[in-house]
């Protein structure tokens, strides 16, 4: 049993910041990506960023210069360092990760239920 949990989240200015922070638990053999995605509204999930377990990362572009994705590998914590935030960038926040939970198992996605952000003009 895999669980991520994500914490961090609330209502901020336009133009502060917030710093979500996600940790995965349970059975956990090797990690291979975790990421952060959002989710507005009547809008569909997107993707924020990605880090992979070489430390590579993407980027939406929206939000490209302003957020950080960081990865502690020891502890299987993924953060979003999340700065000069904007009204559009409220959502509710995901975790994901990408999780091998023996040798002999595949590789599996794994979904937090998120924490919201809003953001106030």
């Known amino acids: 049993q895999v669980q991520l949990v994500e914490s961090g989240g609330g209502l901020v200015q336009a133009g502060g910041s917030l710093r979500l922070s996600c940790a995965a638990s349970?059975?956990?053999?090797?990690?291979?990506?975790m990421a952060w995605y959002r989710q507005a509204p009547g809008k569909f999930r997107e993707l924020v960023a990605g880090i992979n377990k070489n430390g590579d990362t993407n980027y939406a572009d929206s939000v490209k210069g302003r957020f950080t994705i960081t990865r502690d590998h020891a502890a299987n914590t993924v953060d979003l360092q999340m700065n000069n935030l904007k009204p559009e960038d409220a959502a509710r926040y995901y975790c994901?990760?990408?999780?091998?939970?023996?040798?002999?198992?595949?590789?599996?996605?794994?979904w937090g239920r998120g924490t919201r952000v809003s953001v106030s003009s």
């Open positions: 349970g059975t956990i053999f090797s990690i291979k990506a």
């Open positions: 994901a990760a990408t999780i091998r939970t023996s040798d002999f198992d595949p590789d599996k996605n794994y």
